[in-house]
């Protein structure tokens, strides 16, 4: 697609209720990056992908988060258990390449609030 | 990995002014861009300046890049109440990923 496509655009849970936020990011795009951004604060890192495999995950809080790419295309981001804490908003970007040549395209995000 | 640290943390200006960002990074770099982010949405990518380059201009945005200083500022012209947003930059290492993202500083255009 044109853009990267991010859903639902929101979505609330009750606490321990598990949730999965999906993106798709553009067509041919090598790169994919979520993100989680706290009210006021810049987006922090939490995993990458190169096409299916997932190379850092060091930014998931907690073995409650988990994300999957599988065929290098649409990724998904899975909060198990989900706590108030986890409320923010999830942001997904994809590059072309590697080296973010041309830059990052980011969806609009996905916002969980957790009740 | 990288983190970009912008400076002023917030910036509140008339209408018609000039607003300028810097940028602060620590390790080399391969490239670095600067985004927007409106309430609510995602960000935007405004601009991207490679190592080799020193100044780049697009529209009412001119980027400054200087990799002596690891530094890099945005000058926002003639700014309009529409530019009231937060600004980032995204410096990105030379291998590529995990960009880390700072605070931001937060433009506020009073028309």
């Known amino acids: 697609g044109a853009g990267v496509s991010q859903s639902p655009r929101y979505k609330v849970a009750k606490r321990g209720q598990d949730v999965a936020l999906r993106c798709d990011p553009i067509?041919?795009?090598?790169?994919l990056f979520w993100y989680q951004q706290a009210l006021g604060q810049g987006p922090e890192f939490l995993t990458y992908?190169?096409?299916?495999?997932?190379?850092?995950k060091s930014g998931l809080p907690s073995d409650r988060f988990f994300a999957e790419r599988p065929e290098g295309s649409v990724s998904t981001l899975k909060i198990q258990r989900t706590q108030q804490e986890d409320s923010a908003v999830y942001l997904c970007?994809?590059?072309?390449?590697?080296?973010?040549?041309?830059?990052?395209?980011f969806g609009s995000g996905t916002r969980l609030t957790v009740v | 990995s990288q983190q970009g640290e912008e400076d002023p943390q917030a910036l509140s200006i008339q209408e018609g002014e000039n607003a300028t960002m810097n940028c602060s990074y620590k390790?080399?770099?391969?490239?670095l861009q600067w985004y927007r982010q409106n309430s609510g949405r995602g960000l935007v990518h405004l601009i991207l300046i490679r190592s080799n380059e020193r100044e780049k201009h697009s529209g009412r945005l001119r980027v400054t890049l200087d990799t002596s200083k690891k530094s890099s500022s945005l000058l926002i012209t003639a700014s309009r109440a529409a530019d009231t947003a937060s600004y980032f930059c995204?410096?990105?290492?030379?291998?590529?990923?995990?960009?880390?993202f700072g605070a931001g500083t937060r433009l506020f255009v009073k028309a």
């Open positions: 390790t080399s770099i391969n490239n």
């Open positions: 067509s041919g795009h090598v790169s």
């Open positions: 970007a994809s590059s072309l390449d590697a080296s973010a040549s041309i830059g990052y395209t």
């Open positions: 995204a410096p990105t290492n030379t291998g590529g990923f995990k960009t880390i």
């Open positions: 992908f190169q096409n299916e495999a997932q190379l850092d």
